[in-house]
């Protein structure tokens, strides 16, 4: 092709972006983040730092879209290259996906079950593998966690508790400290009788029905983690239940308390509000859809 062919097509993709086809080789969109020297450790692009930077080269108001930036996690004001994505904000997209891919697959640092004082119990899953590919299993308790169930727990206790790691591990990890004790502390000041605390390893939401039956229990709790998104892998989910029995397939008895972290919900307000519906659901005898 000959070069003045080529002019053209430049001047006319420039044009078409918005920019003047000075006849210039375009000038490269500075970097998001100011680039490494060779020794210095390259920018953790999954901070918040490098998601509050404006990618947007030659904006009229940077202002507006910093702000904007201050007021959401969402990916905005990425900016572009033609008509693609920055190659920092690709870079970035791919971090977070790993990152959201690892909270799924990490498991818990050592003895942090053991030292969270709630008592282990496991699913029919015996490896993450098979916790993401047989939802199924992950519903269902294991034999021996069904004996220990009655050998080692509260029987008809008013509130049940369950924690488990679902699919994010660092929600539970996380968020523990921040909503366990004014969990607790708010159901013991209403003087309804706790079950004992349950952990439950490659839980299933499903999983809260099976055990409040066999235990007996009127409202269970199961705090669980959330699938991660990409720019949120340390959120829990409540999901509440009175009176649950496996065989019962009507999904809206059950209701959802989701986005409980500090960036969301806060823990301690989401400690308060399930007590509040624990009060509500052993006031009226059901829960979800049922509840008025
Ligand atoms: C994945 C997902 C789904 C999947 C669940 C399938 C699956 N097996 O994963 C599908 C697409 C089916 C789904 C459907 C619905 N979902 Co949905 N879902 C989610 C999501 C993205 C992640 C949930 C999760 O990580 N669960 C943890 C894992 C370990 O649980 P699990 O046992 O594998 O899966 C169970 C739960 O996910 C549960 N579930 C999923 N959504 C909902 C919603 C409600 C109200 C309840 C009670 C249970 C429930 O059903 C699954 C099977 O038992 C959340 C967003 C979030 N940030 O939490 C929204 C979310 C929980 N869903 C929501 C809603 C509204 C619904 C629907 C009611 C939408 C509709 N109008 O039909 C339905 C109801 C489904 C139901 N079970 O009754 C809302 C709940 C809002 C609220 N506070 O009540 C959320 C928070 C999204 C949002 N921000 O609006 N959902």
Redesign the pocket.
Known sequence: MNPSAIETIVRSVLAELGQQGSGEAPQPAPPLTPAAAADEPLPDLTLPTARRQVGVVGAQRPEVLEDLLKNTPARIAVGRAGPRPRTEASIRFLADHSRSKDTVLKDFPDNWVKNSGFLELRTEIVEKDQYLTR?DL??RLCMDSIAKLGAECVNQPQVQLILSD??STDAVVVNFDEIIPPLLKGIERQGLKLGTPLFVKHG???VEDQIGELLDAKVVILL????P?LGQSE?L?C?MVYSPRVASTV??D??????IHAGGTPPVEAAAVIVEMVQKFLREGRS?GQAK
Do not use: A, M
């Open positions: 939802p992950g519903r679902g699919l299933r939401v499903k669980i983690g959330e699938r998104g959120s989910s999901y999904e809206s059950r209701i959802c308390i989701s986005n979800g």
